[in-house]
């Protein structure tokens, strides 16, 4: 039976279920709207085209074949009409008619459906600020927006640009602007930590490190008060002070698009998202939505989630269009995926975080670990990060994290574990985790098994952990304290420490340790510090065995004091 | 209680598995036993030390914090002995002891454990030929070996190498043979592809056409029959022919060392490799074994499965250690993974092959894709290919598979599916896999995704395939069929094509074919073709519509095609 299958919004999941309830009925009529006359691009890819890495913004809205996907290309190629410029003021559930009003000619009319999608997705948070109607004040909403930001940099009317909002999309603005345009940009986030909420502190840490080394500038727990200027945007002022900015850029989160689904009487979540079940079907069974207007179930807390991802979009795309067509595809939810090329390094996330975890009741713990990402004799190889989040009691892994170099090695390690979030794993399938190995891609037992072995370890009450933020704050206060740091490595790289603090730093090698045990000061807490956290480990089992257990072990060892920006010499 | 743990064997799972101990037991006595005196290398670096790419051998035997570990080594720093240069005779399993012979003095001695750890790995397979005992003929067994083939190679005694099997250690030894060394080098492999029972045709075909383009000479279905030479080997002789050659390196599989636990009467495999339960004891619960010596269950075909490997070793050592001191760790068995280097590509594969899938009686079938590794807008991006083995009746996932460039794009997806296979994953899990996405290392619908929602258009009778080698033969035999190939790329992609073979190739682009429908042979069978085979999908489903049904969509597409090495201009 021919259907008319009405779809609103044409980016990302829009027109994904509309061409696959088109592969799969291809004799039914679909219609597409949007208000915008730019469609079906790669939002995603928005900081890349600012940067100049995408040259023309064509691009974005290009198949891989290099077909503009306009409204031509969906008419010719996939059958589709889209009516562009096109906004939809409501719906009428009873009628089934959806009614629009054209952009440029403010003409209304009514569109029936047999079934409706709700492809409207987010918007930009805005802060309540004064001045945010300033020129040269932008969010990255769109692509038209973004083509003029570029052209305004392409006219050398940026100088200073201030980003406000240290996540994914901020940080990707930043380095847009700062990289290929050299423009002198400096970060505001108001948490106390870059990428809040998404990784850990100290992960956060070793990437604002790589932004500042990077010339941007990152002030955190600063909240932006008012932006100022007579015409264009000149300075933002906040709790802390004054900056000199040309360009704003607000990038505080995004909110879903739900209010046309909610004054239609559709349920929406607290938080105003439009709530959906596994087949991606709102509360009414003839209209589907999906994308970043919809709560999914989080597949780690069991709450409903959250999760703008153009990646999201289009599998809950597919899933809408089997099911338009009377398929019963399933979107059982996420775990939550995070991944983001911050200049040299790649950062990435799965689950949730510790902070998460203990908000969300569980008695979790975390563990980091540095290693090679390789086997480590092979020659091209770079260290990397870490960092896996387990519940005490039911050693469930609830969420893991990785830093290192722009190779795909953090990518391939935290997309393994994210595979399997969802079977929920415990510790020992981490451990036991059959990561693929050959020496130029993994190490024989390699950094995601020792992550496992690390959290069995510290679940077990074998290796006593501090972690870098302890560690430098120990240091600081280290005059107070009697605290001594036992450096484990060779005196080769314990030389320069132990010379330059004789009172706080102590070098013995473990390979000596059985042999100068008496040399351990005994009643005092030892820091054992080694380079990546395994020999001090060792130590620390040695030392255990004379009875000699009020000790620390420096997880991630200097490779990680150095990455965290902390320089004792 | 202090207990005496006697390890027969000190590369990969002994020292791993000694030391795990060690630190749970730090008062118990370990002695680990090896007839060699190099121990606790790392044999998967073998080629990469003959290569060059590892200058100095000692760099297989290091930590990653460069000490070597020799038996000083154990001994001083993992309170381990170690006694090298000592072959294990005979076991004693009454009386708990182990009979021991020193290979330099022929001295003997009873060594009395309380439980043993049999870690006596795998040799190379012989071939049962003459001339193997020439100069020159080697294996690459272990580390002198290997110290002894590299010295040769820095002596220039050798100009032409033959390698014979093409399996991962026969493919990484002809390619450090020929990249650093510039020898002019051979391979031959009595199957009719490269990497039998590991990878498919098609992925084994893509891989041999780059060696080949890296000036090694690969000869398939050949077998040989015999070595020759006076002292040094001089010839090999084939079913097929003569080849002059200075060095042979015969790696044409390992067999697990299980003869002494046989002779104690252990439970061994039929192909002679040690039982174990899952908790690595064999079928006397005083004696565990691991690596390459065993057997452990495929976790896909539930029996049992032989997978010597350094990162099984390794991790299976920490289980043995685990259970040594009392614990209760388990190793459930493995799906299968594997993940060579081939010059500047990579190709991996998880789970078993469409042949195995077949012969292990499911009724099995491949999908294979090709796409961009990121985002297609992504400036630094490179084509993949991936194959998913499924089952047709229960569209569980039963194996996986990759190549692409050297970036660890293949190793990331292919780690990921494997991640899960252990976990029954239907094609739908594929479909909605929870890839991380960002532009700089994934697509939206990355290639995993698309690798499910390929399978079950498959399945579904949607998509209907044909495979490049069915597209060479067809082609190859064009003039006595009427089977019409249809070129639904862009004009300027297709006219060469079109242009060379008027009567077989003809060009209707994908976009035009609604329009062009009456051009379109209605009595033929036609080959729709496009670069990956998204297009070709999509024209097979306009065909339909129109009731032309005796079509095939080239997998893969022309991409595939000119990875393949089929040169149709």
């Given at each position: 039976?021919s259907?008319?299958?009405?779809?609103?919004?044409?980016?990302?999941?829009?027109?994904?279920?509309?061409?696959?309830f088109?592969?799969?009925?291809?004799?039914?009529?679909?219609?597409m709207v949007?208000?915008?006359?730019?469609?079906?691009?790669?939002?995603?890819?928005?900081?890349?085209?600012?940067?100049g890495?995408?040259?023309?913004?064509?691009?974005?809205?290009?198949?891989?074949?290099?077909?503009?996907?306009?409204?031509?290309?969906?008419?010719?190629?996939?059958?589709?009409?889209v009516?562009?410029?096109?906004?939809?003021?409501?719906?009428?559930?009873?009628?089934?008619?959806?009614?629009?009003?054209?952009?440029?000619?403010?003409?209304?009319?009514n569109?029936?459906?047999?079934?409706?999608?709700?492809?409207?997705?987010?918007?930009?948070?805005?802060?309540?600020?004064?001045?945010?109607?300033?020129?040269?004040?932008?969010?990255v909403?769109?692509?038209n927006?973004?083509?003029?930001?570029?052209?305004?940099l392409?006219?050398?009317?940026?100088?200073?640009?201030?980003?406000?909002?240290?996540?994914?999309?901020?940080?990707?603005?930043?380095?847009?602007?700062?990289d290929l345009?050299?423009?002198?940009?400096?970060?505001?986030?108001?948490?106390?930590?870059?990428?809040?909420?998404?990784v850990?502190?100290?992960?956060?840490?070793?990437?604002?490190?790589?932004l500042?080394?990077?010339?941007?500038?990152?002030?955190?727990?600063e909240?932006v008060?008012?932006?100022?200027?007579?015409?264009?945007?000149?300075?933002v002022?906040?709790?802390?002070?004054?900056?000199?900015?040309?360009?704003?850029?607000?990038?505080?989160?995004?909110?879903?698009?739900?209010?046309?689904?909610?004054?239609?009487?559709?349920?929406?979540?607290?938080?105003?998202?439009?709530?959906?079940?596994?087949?991606?079907?709102?509360?009414?069974?003839h209209?589907?939505?999906?994308?970043?207007?919809?709560?999914?179930?989080?597949?780690l807390?069991?709450?409903?989630?959250?999760?703008?991802?153009?990646?999201?979009?289009?599998?809950?795309?597919?899933?809408?269009?089997?099911?338009?067509?009377?398929?019963?595809?399933?979107?059982?939810?996420?775990?939550?995926?995070?991944?983001?090329?911050?200049?040299?390094i790649?950062?990435?996330?799965?689950?949730?975080?510790?902070?998460?975890?203990?908000?969300?009741?569980?008695?979790?713990?975390?563990?980091?670990?540095?290693?090679?990402?390789?086997?480590?004799?092979?020659?091209?190889?770079?260290?990397?990060?870490?960092e896996?989040?387990?519940?005490?009691?039911?050693?469930?892994v609830?969420?893991?994290q990785?830093?290192?170099?722009?190779?795909d090695?953090?990518?391939?390690?935290v997309?393994a574990?994210?595979?399997?979030?969802?079977?929920s794993?415990?510790?020992?399938?981490?451990?036991?985790?059959?990561?693929?190995?050959?020496?130029?891609?993994?190490?024989?037992?390699?950094?995601?098994?020792?992550?496992?072995?690390?959290?069995?370890n510290?679940?077990?009450?074998?290796?006593?952990?501090?972690?870098?933020?302890?560690?430098?704050?120990?240091?600081?206060?280290?005059d107070?304290?009697?605290?001594?740091?036992?450096?484990?490595?060779?005196?080769?790289?314990?030389k320069?420490?132990?010379?330059?603090?004789?009172?706080?730093?102590?070098?013995?090698?473990?390979?000596?340790?059985?042999t100068?045990?008496?040399?351990?000061?005994?009643?005092?807490?030892?820091?054992?510090?080694?380079n990546?956290?395994?020999?001090?480990?060792?130590?620390?089992?040695?030392?255990?065995?004379?009875?000699?257990?009020?000790?620390?072990?420096?997880?991630?060892?200097?490779?990680?004091?150095?990455?965290?920006?902390?320089?004792l010499?």
């Amino acid at each position: 039976m021919s259907q008319h299958i009405v779809v609103i919004g044409a980016v990302a999941l829009g027109p994904k279920a509309a061409c696959r309830f088109k592969r799969l009925k291809p004799d039914s009529k679909v219609t597409m709207v949007d208000q915008s006359d730019l469609i079906s691009y790669g939002g995603c890819g928005i900081p890349y085209f600012v940067s100049g890495d995408v040259s023309d913004a064509s691009q974005l809205q290009s198949t891989s074949f290099h077909m503009v996907r306009d409204a031509k290309f969906f008419h010719n190629v996939k059958d589709i009409d889209v009516l562009t410029n096109t906004r939809a003021l409501s719906i009428d559930r009873n009628n089934k008619t959806v009614r629009v009003r054209k952009v440029l000619d403010q003409q209304e009319e009514n569109l029936s459906y047999d079934q409706l999608v709700l492809a409207t997705g987010s918007r930009p948070k805005q802060l309540p600020i004064p001045g945010t109607d300033l020129k040269g004040v932008v969010s990255v909403s769109n692509l038209n927006e973004a083509i003029a930001i570029k052209q305004g940099l392409a006219n050398g009317e940026v100088e200073k640009a201030v980003v406000i909002g240290a996540g994914a999309i901020g940080l990707e603005m930043a380095e847009a602007l700062a990289d290929l345009w050299g423009i002198e940009t400096t970060v505001i986030e108001v948490a106390d930590q870059i990428l809040p909420g998404i990784v850990s502190p100290n992960m956060a840490h070793m990437a604002q490190r790589h932004l500042e080394e990077n010339d941007i500038t990152v002030r955190l727990g600063e909240m932006v008060q008012q932006l100022e200027g007579t015409d264009r945007v000149k300075k933002v002022t906040t709790n802390k002070g004054v900056i000199d900015a040309d360009m704003v850029i607000i990038a505080v989160g995004v909110a879903p698009n739900g209010e046309l689904a909610k004054a239609a009487g559709l349920e929406v979540s607290a938080h105003g998202a439009i709530v959906v079940n596994e087949r991606m079907q709102t509360s009414d069974p003839h209209i589907f939505a999906g994308g970043d207007c919809v709560v999914v179930p989080h597949l780690l807390t069991g709450k409903p989630g959250y999760f703008p991802s153009g990646s999201l979009a289009n599998r809950q795309g597919r899933v809408i269009g089997t099911n338009l067509a009377g398929g019963n595809a399933k979107f059982e939810g996420a775990v939550g995926t995070f991944i983001i090329k911050v200049f040299e390094i790649s950062l990435a996330s799965a689950g949730i975080s510790l902070k998460t975890a203990r908000a969300e009741g569980w008695d979790a713990l975390s563990v980091f670990v540095s290693q090679f990402d390789r086997a480590h004799f092979y020659p091209e190889k770079d260290l990397m990060y870490m960092e896996l989040i387990v519940d005490r009691k039911t050693e469930k892994v609830l969420g893991v994290q990785g830093l290192g170099s722009m190779t795909d090695a953090v990518f391939a390690r935290v997309n393994a574990v994210a595979a399997i979030l969802k079977y929920s794993p415990t510790t020992a399938d981490i451990s036991n985790l059959e990561v693929l190995y050959a020496p130029p891609f993994s190490a024989a037992m390699d950094i995601v098994n020792a992550l496992g072995n690390t959290a069995e370890n510290v679940l077990r009450g074998k290796n006593k952990l501090i972690d870098v933020d302890q560690f430098a704050e120990w240091w600081q206060n280290r005059d107070g304290s009697d605290t001594v740091f036992l450096d484990c490595r060779g005196w080769g790289n314990a030389k320069p420490f132990a010379e330059k603090y004789p009172d706080d730093w102590k070098s013995i090698p473990q390979d000596e340790l059985k042999t100068r045990m008496d040399e351990v000061p005994r009643d005092k807490p030892l820091v054992l510090i080694c380079n990546t956290g395994v020999r001090s480990y060792e130590a620390q089992l040695n030392l255990r065995q004379k009875g000699i257990t009020n000790t620390y072990n420096l997880q991630g060892g200097m490779a990680t004091v150095k990455k965290w920006g902390f320089d004792l010499l």
